[in-house]
């Protein structure tokens, strides 16, 4: 089956760091993007960026810029998004997501197909 | 970068056809082939519905179908079901090489 498969909700305190994972499986890892998208508790989803598991290029959006970071092994096929210094405001869902990408310079992002079911995050005191 | 705009909400009855609008820029949707659409229900993740503006992966529903004029992406479900009850949201590439999500819309089956 191709899937992403998530890491566990995570709680954490205001200025620790963490990293969740999402691993992909049925699938050539590194021909797409993986996709992170943020969902906070009953609102929209936000596009935070891609990276490309075949040579690590990867695009933030202006908004997560220098506040999360993005890596990959792709020996394991699995993608992760890093925060060193945690807020409140990050507590949210974050989605993985398989999505095409579009190969013209630069290379674009299509579509995401294969989504993970999300990994809870909560930062509290 | 702002979101696409969408109507925070659609309703309609049983076997009736709505649409949803996606408004965004000729930064993005106006300038895009890459648009997509979205569903979501309660408490999962998303379900990819649409891609590059009009087309629909294999297992959608045909009752799903988009367009694109301007700057304006549209879904329009027709024959409304109530298992279609969820929030959809729209997405398109930019020209800063980023995608820009809209801010979703519930769709109510009365």
């Known amino acids: 089956d191709v899937q992403l498969v998530q890491s566990g909700a995570e709680v954490r305190k205001p200025g620790e760091s963490l990293r969740i994972s999402c691993q992909g499986s049925?699938?050539?890892?590194?021909?797409?993007?993986i996709a992170w998208v943020r969902q906070k508790p009953g609102r929209g989803l936000e596009w935070m960026g891609v990276?490309?598991?075949?040579?690590?290029?990867?695009k933030y959006s202006p908004s997560f810029e220098g506040r999360v970071t993005f890596s990959v092994d792709k020996s394991i096929n699995t993608a992760y998004l890093h925060w060193s210094s945690l807020e409140a405001a990050d507590t949210a869902i974050y989605f993985c997501?398989?999505?095409?990408?579009?190969?013209?310079?630069?290379?674009?992002?299509?579509?995401?197909?294969?989504w993970g079911l999300g990994t809870p995050v909560t930062v509290s005191s | 970068q702002s979101a696409l705009t969408q109507p925070a909400s659609v309703s309609g009855s049983p076997g009736q056809s709505i649409s949803i609008s996606c408004t965004g820029t000729?930064?993005?949707?106006?300038?895009?082939?890459?648009v997509s659409w979205y569903q979501q229900q309660p408490v999962k993740a998303p379900r990819l519905l649409i891609y590059?503006?009009?087309k629909r992966p294999s297992g959608v529903p045909l009752r799903f179908s988009a367009s694109k004029s301007g700057s304006t992406a549209s879904l329009t479900i027709s024959g409304l079901q109530a298992e279609d009850e969820a929030v959809y949201f729209c997405?398109?590439?930019?020209?800063?090489?980023?995608?820009?999500f809209g801010g979703g819309t519930r769709v109510t089956v009365l």
């Open positions: 997501a398989r999505t095409e990408r579009i190969v013209v310079r630069p290379p674009a992002m299509g579509a995401s197909d294969i």
């Open positions: 049925g699938f050539f890892f590194t021909s797409y993007w």
């Open positions: 990276i490309f598991p075949y040579d690590s290029d990867v």
């Open positions: 000729s930064a993005d949707v106006g300038d895009s082939d890459l």
């Open positions: 590059d503006v009009i």
């Open positions: 997405a398109s590439y930019t020209n800063r090489n980023t995608v820009v």
